[in-house]
Each structure stands twice: as C-alpha cells, then as structure tokens.
C-alpha cells in the first residue's frame, strides 16, 4: 500500500521515469508499472492451505441442522469416529461461525390479556443490602403485575422462604382488593415441586393457599422468559428507576419510600404498551376480580424448637429468650413458635408468653432480660418447697406435727430441717423417727432437741402416745414466694 501510493507521487508529482523511481525505492520496475497503470492499491492474498477440519464439514453441517443444539463434545466423538485426528478446539471455532445459521431467533405473538385474567409473579434480588436491627441484610423485592391493566405491588422482603412469598402474595391480593383468575410463575422452589416435562409437582401448601383464593396456579416453561415478561420488564424497571440512586437509612425507610414511590409514580405513570395510566385501567379491572376470602390465610412459620435449660430456644441459627416460667415448664420439651416478617412469638398452651423482633442475622442471642426476673428466688422457694416435702414424706404423721410446732417456733426453718435430715447420716431412721415422735410428745420443736434425745439415747417413744401418728394434723400450705422470709431469704 505504502509503495504503491509512493510511485503514484513520484511518478505524477515529481514526474520521474520508472527507471528513476525503481532506482530510488529498490523495486524491480515492472512493480512501477504496475502501481502506475492500476487505479487501486494491490491487495495480498494469501491462499488458504486447507484444515484437517474440510473433509469433515459436510457431516457437521448434517448433524446441526438435525440437531442445531448437539453437544461440541458429542461432534467431535461422531467425526472421530470417522477418523477426525484433530482437537475440540478447531471444531469450537467452526461451531461459533455455522451454529447460528441453524438456530432462527425466535419471534413470539403478543399477548392481549381481559381483565383479572391473569398476574404474573416473580422476585427479584437487589443489589445492595439494607439495615435491620443493627445487622446488614440482602433485600428481594416480591413483584405482582395485573398483566391487563399493568397495575403494580412491590413489597421487599429479608428472605424468601415459602412462609416470605406466600406472606407477599397475600399482601399483594389485598392491595389489590381480589383475587385474578390465574397467576404465572416461574419455577420457584416455593410454587414448583418437582416438574419432569409436562408432569408438573406443585408444593403442597402453596397448592392450598392457590385453592383458598380460588386462583388457578400457570407455573412457566423453564427458560421461557417471554410467558411472563410482564414481570420480568417491571423487576427491570424497579432496578433502574426505584433502586438505583437511592439511599436508605434502614428496611423501615426503604418500606416508606417504596409505598411513596407506587402510589406516585410506578402506578400512575403512562405505560408504554397499554398507553394508559395503571391506575385508570384498573378501575375497569377491578370490578372482574374474584373476591377475597373472609379470613387471611395462616402464613406464619409454625416450629416447635426445644427448650434449653438456659430459658432459650433457637430459631434459624438465633437464640430466643423465654418466661422462665414457661421455660421451666418446658425445659427438655418442645413448645410453639411463630414466625412472621416482623415477630418470633412463643407461645404457651396456645397463649403468648414472649415476643421478639425476627433477627434475619445468624447465630444472635435475642434476650429479654425480664424474662429472668423472680429465678432467683423461686429458684430458692422451689427447692425448700422440694426439702418440705421429702422431710414430710420421711416422717409421716410424726413429721407433719413436729414441721408445724417448729413453723410456730422458728423462722429458721430451712436450716432447722436440714439439720434433721443430716442425722440419717449418723443415726438409723427408725431412731431419728423415734427421737421426733418423743419431741412432739413433750412439745420440743428444736433440731437441737433430736439431736440431744438421739445422744443421749433417750429416744423411745412412749407406749401411750399423747400425740398418735394416726390422726392427721394438716400442715398449712404457704406459697412459694413466702419462703425466702421463713428461712432468712434467698440461699
């Protein structure tokens, strides 16, 4: 190219011979002439020295158009087979420039959709995680579209369990005030159980949740983007025109700035197919929705964790604090919890004993302290309660007279029975029994007493008891709270 714009110059310009000008720039001079007589410059060919790939072309361009989305590494074990030596890699490159002549882009057909006859459904994962409760969390935007009017719900949420989506597309049925005919999905986990084909598995609950609204469930071809675009567009549309550039100080503010941002401007804007406003149509749609049921539907996560001996139970990795109370009623057994969007509440026999705000962090402890309030002495007022019984339960009729002597006697209970009870360690039991039974017959309502009648070995009961352990003295019954001052308050 260089040389032959060269020879032009000086042949035109500087009117040199071809002689001169093959002198001057070292070529032979049949060059000159040739530059000098043709108007273009020369191209260089260089002649293609064939592919090992050639004898094979007309077998592959037989199986892609069979079979436009046959395998690289299937071809290449059909034409090995007919004694290709080469790699995958020439056959990858061949592939690239001829597969797309057999796979036509794909043209759809419109959809004109009659009122309340179908919403399309789908989330969408955002970009950036917001603040909750001191803990940074990924957000997912659950969109619902009425495909005839386009009207749209938008409700964000910290996770997507089936209890999150079917929670959402209740939310969304109420904004709208009904029900639609139909709505399509994608195959989501939460919709979709198991789908082989045309053999379709739904999820159990969501089927019931599909069945108490009356609403037929069109989950979606897998990959096939285009039988819910309606969605796909508006997820789109969220992301750059909500999403983007907006800053919020927690989940509470995006909430707020969501529901600003449908009534004024998702919802009333000027759509692009319909030409209408969302809003405007939907007053004609309304009127065709079916109606909602008189009652939510449950979507609260029910569980039914243990109770630890540390009053708490765990709930998706996190610890929650219960009543000790409740706990103590529980502890080393199940009990029921409830799980929404917001609550993780605890509940009792069907009553609610706690409640905590839902931390979407993992491995947290979520503690009341006032749930521990009061342990500390019942803890004290249980096991007096506990020694009440055991010395009632050694001694009888015997023990019951002795324990109501010594309550008139002493306020030092505690210690006055354990002091009784230490001397089974020392004595045999019909001796200590013995030893009581004469201290009731001559009123000594003192530990300190046995213990002298057991030294002393005059611990034999009278033949004539004044006092026969065959008639019942009922023993008062405190509550346990009162404990702690009979026995010189909490040990």
């Known amino acids: 190219m260089e040389d032959w714009a060269e020879i032009r110059r000086l042949h035109e310009v500087e009117n040199l011979s071809k002689r001169a000008i093959a002198r001057r720039l070292g070529i032979h001079r049949n ?48 034409i090995r087979d007919e004694g290709y030596p080469g790699k995958i890699s020439i ?59 386009r009207l749209m719900y938008l409700e964000f949420s910290l996770a997507t369990k089936l209890t999150d989506f079917l929670r959402c597309h209740q939310n969304a049925l109420r904004f709208i005030g009904g029900v639609p005919k139909s709505c399509v999905y994608d195959n989501l986990s939460s919709v979709v159980k198991r789908r082989r084909g045309t053999d379709i598995t739904l999820n159990e609950t ?18 096939a983007a285009n039988q819910k675009g309606a969605v796909e567009r508006p997820i789109d549309y969220i992301k750059g025109n909500f999403w983007a550039g907006r800053y919020f100080v927690d989940f509470a503010d995006l909430e707020r700035q969501c529901s600003d941002w449908l009534s004024e401007t998702a919802n009333v804007r000027l759509h692009r197919t319909t030409r209408q406003r969302p809003v405007d149509r939907f007053e004609e749609e309304k009127a065709h929705l079916l109606a909602l049921p008189k009652e939510p539907f449950d979507t609260d996560l029910v569980l039914y964790p243990k109770v630890s001996k540390d009053c708490v139970v765990r709930v998706h990795t996190n610890d929650y604090s219960v009543p000790w109370e409740a706990a103590q009623r529980h502890v080393g057994q199940t009990i029921e919890v409830r799980v929404d969007e917001r609550w993780v509440r605890i509940l009792s026999k069907s009553e609610e004993v706690a409640r905590h705000p839902r931390c979407y962090a993992r491995h947290q402890q979520i503690i009341d302290r006032a749930h521990y309030n009061g342990l500390w002495e019942s803890r004290a007022a249980v096991a007096f309660a506990a020694l009440e019984s055991g010395f009632l339960e050694a001694y009888g009729d015997v023990g019951r007279h002795f324990y109501t002597g010594l309550g008139r006697k002493t306020e030092r209970l505690k210690e006055s029975l354990q002091a009784i009870l230490r001397l089974e360690q020392r004595y045999a039991h019909e001796d200590v029994l013995a030893a009581l039974e004469v201290a009731v017959q001559h009123s000594y309502f003192d530990a300190a007493a046995v213990e002298y009648l057991l030294h002393s070995g005059k611990a034999v009961a009278a033949e004539t008891s004044v006092t026969p352990t065959s008639i019942h003295v009922p023993v008062e019954e405190r509550a346990l709270a009162t404990y702690d001052a009979l026995h010189g308050g909490p040990q």
């Not at 090992?52 to 290449?76: F, N, Q, T």
């Not at 089927?207 to 897998?222: D, K, R």
Request: aromatic fraction near 12%; proline fraction near 9%; charge should be positive.
């Open 31 to 78: 060059t000159v002439t040739r530059a000098i007589e043709s108007d273009k410059p020369p191209e260089y060919r260089r002649e293609s020295g064939g592919s090992i790939l050639d004898p094979y072309k007309p077998k592959i361009h037989a199986l892609l158009a069979k079979e436009p989305k046959l395998s690289g590494v299937r071809i290449l074990e059909i």
């Open 91 to 149: 056959l990858r490159d061949l592939l690239r420039e001829i597969r797309p002549r057999y796979k036509p882009k794909q043209v759809y057909i419109r959809m004109e959709y009659h009122p309340a006859e179908y919403a399309q459904v789908d989330w969408g994962e955002m970009s950036d995680p917001v603040l909750w409760q001191g803990h940074w969390c990924q957000v997912n935007a659950f969109v619902m579209v009425l495909c005839y009017s």
């Open 206 to 223: 969501f089927q019931q949740f599909a069945g108490y609204h009356c609403f037929q469930v069109h989950p979606c071809w897998p990959g």
